[in-house]
Structures are given as structure tokens and as C-alpha cells.
């Protein structure tokens, strides 16, 4: 079963971002933020892949929320690939600059067997080397702790023998140090409920943020199924095809991703995590038709002065 939303705290909230590719997609970028930071989310959370090129564009990003807005960062970070020491250092990295939180996460296997995997082989191998990392910075921290973050899956990972399996890594995750995991996305409420009536069972507390995608395109939602190995939802992809134009299009993505999110809280969801494709339009109207609560800007109050 579930268990019940816990009302004395208010739900959470989070958009996705990923590092812009060039000087056109800076700009929509800079405006998303100016839009989505009057919402007061949680954290945005900026994606990590690729080449050093574009991991060092993730890190210009970061350091972009940290230096010229309000905005707390959540560092996604992938192992794939990558030696100890380079992990080691690009937490470190993190800690320097200001980075608060991390999500750690394997990533996707290099196509070519013969590619260099890297020296980790699961996302908890990373966990445990993201809290070594911080253990040793204990007086950055103030004493303090990274928040750490993982993926969980509400359909099965494309790679895991069964949803069952599923569990047991999350599992593993929380016993290696996570504090909370965020969900693939998915398309059907149940999903996220058997998921987390599956984890809570088999003894996972920390808390599982769904991961919602408010998709107002075919095309990305079919690229996006693609790479993250799912079915598009034939419900979804038939709405969105035979939409009459883009206002169709954008009520019946919007329309689909708040009736999940909506069936999410229902269910004890602790707040909402936003794919946003560093766009704002489709996640302010999902948080205007599920009217989330959302904390009340507080003024400043003055400094004291002698
Ligand atoms: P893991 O937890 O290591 O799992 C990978 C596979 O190994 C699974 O099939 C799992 O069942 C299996 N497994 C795990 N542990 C064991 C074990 N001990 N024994 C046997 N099998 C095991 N990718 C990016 O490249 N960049 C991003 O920024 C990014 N952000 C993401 C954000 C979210 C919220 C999510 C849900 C995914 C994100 N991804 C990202 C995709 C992610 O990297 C892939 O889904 C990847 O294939 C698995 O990552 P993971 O951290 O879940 O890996």
C-alpha cells in the first residue's frame, strides 16, 4: 500500500534542465529560468552526459544557477565511462563551486561493447563515492551532507531482469546513502503507485519523487521513449498526432501530465519533479491546473544596523 501524503509537509517541486547547445538555445534558456524561478521550486536539476565539451557546459550551467539566480542546483552525475579519480575530483569540483545536492546515476552504456565502461559499474558504486567524497570535506559542509539523489524506475530499467529487480537496486541505492530517487518518466498512475508500494514493502524509506513529463510534441515524445527504452503511450501519441495544431497539441500533453501528477499526489507523492526540454510553457500551465502549493515569497527583513 501507499502510505498516506504526509500533509504537515508542503509537496516538493523540481524542473529538469539540461545544458544549452548554443547561443540560440542560451537564450529560450535564460528566459525559462526568469519563468520557472518565481514558482520557488526546490531545486532545478541540470543533466550530465556526453563529452567533456558537454559536461563542461553542464558545469558553466551550474555555476550560472549558483552565480546569477535564486535557483539551488541539483548536479546530475554519471559514472559510465569515467575513472575513480575523475569522479573524485568532479565531486569535489561540485563541493568548490557551491553544489549542494547530487544525483547520481550510472547512465547509459556506450553502444560499442569494446568502449571503456569505466572503473564503477552501478549507480551505487557512485552514491558511496559522492558520501566518501563528502566525508572528506566535512568542514565545506559546515558538517553538513550532500543531498544525494537517484533514479528509480516505475517501468522496468530496459537492462533489469524485473520490476522486482528494480526494487532491489533502489534498495541498494538507499543502504549505499541516497536520500531520495526521482522517477523515470512514465504514463500510467499505477505505475508510480506499484513502484512505490513495491519499494516501501521490500524496506525503502526515502522519499520517491515521480518524474513527470508535460510532452506537447510527438516526435519528442517518440524520441524521448526511444532513448530511454519505453512505449509511448498510445493514448498520448494518438493525441498528439491527431491534434488539429500546436494549441491542441500543448492542451492534450499539458491535459496528460497534470491528470498524472494529480493522480501522483492523490497517492502520497511527495512533490513533483518537471522534464522541463529547458522549456517553460507546458510546466507553468501543468502547475496552474494542479495548483500546487507553493511557499509565499517572504520579503528580506531589514539588517540590523547600530
Ligand atoms: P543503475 O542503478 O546502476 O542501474 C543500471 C542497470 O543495472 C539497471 O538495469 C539495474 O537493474 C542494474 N543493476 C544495478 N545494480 C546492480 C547490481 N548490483 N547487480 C546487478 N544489476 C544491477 N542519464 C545521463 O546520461 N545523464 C543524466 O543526466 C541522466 N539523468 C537522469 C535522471 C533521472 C531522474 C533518471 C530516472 C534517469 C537519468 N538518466 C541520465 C538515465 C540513466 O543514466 C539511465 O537510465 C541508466 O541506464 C541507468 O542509470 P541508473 O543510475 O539507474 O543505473
Request: some cysteine; aromatic content about 4%.
Amino acid at each position: 500500500m501507499t502510505p498516506p501524503p504526509d500533509r504537515t509537509a508542503p509537496p516538493s517541486l523540481s524542473y529538469e534542465l539540461y545544458p544549452p547547445r548554443c547561443a540560440a538555445s542560451a537564450d529560450i534558456l535564460l528566459r525559462t529560468l526568469d519563468e520557472l524561478e518565481p514558482t520557488r521550486p526546490d531545486h532545478v536539476s541540470v543533466t550530465y552526459s556526453g563529452d567533456e565539451d558537454r559536461r563542461s557546459r553542464s558545469l558553466a550551467l551550474l555555476d550560472h544557477l549558483l552565480a546569477r539566480t535564486g535557483l539551488r542546483p541539483l548536479a546530475h552525475l554519471t559514472c559510465v565511462g569515467a575513472a575513480r579519480t575523475e569522479l573524485e575530483e568532479t565531486v569535489t569540483t561540485l563541493i568548490r563551486r557551491g553544489v549542494r545536492g547530487v544525483l547520481a546515476l550510472r547512465g547509459d552504456l556506450p553502444e560499442d561493447p569494446a568502449a571503456n565502461r569505466g572503473e564503477l559499474s552501478f549507480a551505487t558504486e557512485l552514491v558511496e563515492l559522492v558520501r566518501e567524497v563528502e566525508r572528506r570535506h566535512t568542514a565545506t559542509l559546515a558538517a553538513g551532507r550532500l543531498a544525494v539523489g537517484v533514479a528509480a524506475y516505475p517501468t522496468r530499467h530496459p537492462e533489469s531482469p524485473s520490476a522486482r529487480h528494480d526494487v532491489e537496486v533502489l534498495l541498494a541505492k538507499q543502504r549505499s546513502g541516497a536520500d531520495f530517487a526521482i522517477t523515470q518518466v512514465y504514463f500510467r498512475p499505477e505505475r508510480y503507485e506499484r513502484l512505490v508500494a513495491a519499494a516501501r514493502a521490500a524496506g525503502v524509506t526515502i522519499p520517491i519523487v515521480p518524474g513527470i513529463m508535460p510532452v506537447t510534441d510527438p516526435r519528442r515524445l517518440r524520441t524521448l521513449c526511444r532513448l530511454a527504452g519505453l512505449e509511448p503511450d498510445p493514448d498520448l501519441a494518438a493525441a498528439l498526432e491527431n491534434a488539429s495544431g500546436p494549441a491542441e497539441r500543448h492542451r492534450a500533453g499539458v491535459g496528460f501530465a497534470t491528470a498524472l501528477s494529480r493522480a501522483a499526489l492523490d497517492a502520497g507523492a511527495p512533490g513533483l519533479h518537471l522534464y522541463t526540454f529547458n522549456e517553460h510553457r507546458a510546466a507553468l500551465d501543468l502547475l496552474e491546473r494542479v495548483d500546487l502549493p507553493r511557499p509565499r515569497p517572504e520579503p528580506a527583513p531589514a539588517l540590523l544596523t547600530a
